[in-house]
């Protein structure tokens, strides 16, 4: 079983829904939570991070965090074509000698059509 | 500067050769992290840096590649008599771990092709 995994999709939503990304992990220590967003050919640049259970938003975005389940997810409001992008799901390893070393999933391929 | 550098942006080397990729992270950025990326693949970690030092290289896939860092910043990852499966993006990431909580900081990254 990998560490974090996600669905590759391609996900495909029609401008202005509601888009569903969703990330499942094994490691019930982890502690800090993360999405990246990754534009062809581009670096991952992060747009969320959640650290406790429950909702978290920031504008069109929120993430959504249940330990017990080890399920993150993240949610894009008014999905936008320029939200086209891999969507990256990462956590923070706890403890040990790599404090702060994130492991990354797959990624989740969006694709918002006008 | 304002963000991770990192260079060359692009690297096409031959079979065998060696490579040297650099990084320079944000400055008083103390965590230095190396990470690969192969077409349509997620982030693999390489090596971790604390510092001067690295708590965690197992992410090294052979021993052919080695990577340092020098006065708390610039850090260098070589990788000796390339082989073709090692093209992929290098991508060096920096933070400031605050209370556990570390967010990465990319920078863009170096494609490496070997022929």
């Known amino acids: 079983q990998k560490e974090v995994e996600q669905n590759s999709g391609p996900l495909s939503v029609p401008e202005g829904a509601i888009a569903s990304l969703n990330c499942t992990y094994s490691?019930?220590?982890?502690?800090?939570f993360f999405w990246y967003r990754q534009y062809s050919g581009k670096s991952p640049e992060l747009i969320m991070s959640?650290?406790?259970?429950g909702d978290k938003e920031d504008g069109r975005f929120t993430a959504q965090l249940n330990k017990a389940s080890q399920y993150v997810s993240l949610l894009i409001r008014d999905s936008q074509p320029s939200d086209s992008a891999t969507y990256l799901c990462a956590l923070e390893n706890a403890g040990g000698t790599s404090y702060g070393k994130l492991t990354f999933g797959q990624g989740t391929i969006l694709t918002v059509h006008p | 500067g304002a963000g991770v550098s990192q260079s060359p942006s692009n690297k096409v080397t031959e079979k065998g050769k060696d490579v040297e990729l650099r990084c320079d992270p944000i400055?008083?950025?103390?965590?230095l992290y190396w990470y690969r990326q192969s077409l349509g693949q997620g982030l693999e970690f390489l090596i971790y840096f604390q510092g001067n030092s690295a708590p965690d290289k197992s992410g090294l896939p052979s021993d052919r590649f080695s990577a340092e860092r020098t006065g708390g910043s610039v850090s260098t990852l070589t990788i000796q008599r390339t082989q073709q499966e090692d093209s992929a993006v290098y991508l060096c990431a920096s933070s400031v771990v605050i209370g556990g909580r570390s967010p990465l900081h990319f920078g863009n990254g170096t494609r490496l092709t070997v022929t």
């Open positions: 400055s008083g950025h103390t965590a």
């Open positions: 490691d019930r220590g982890s502690q800090s």
């Open positions: 959640i650290y406790s259970n």
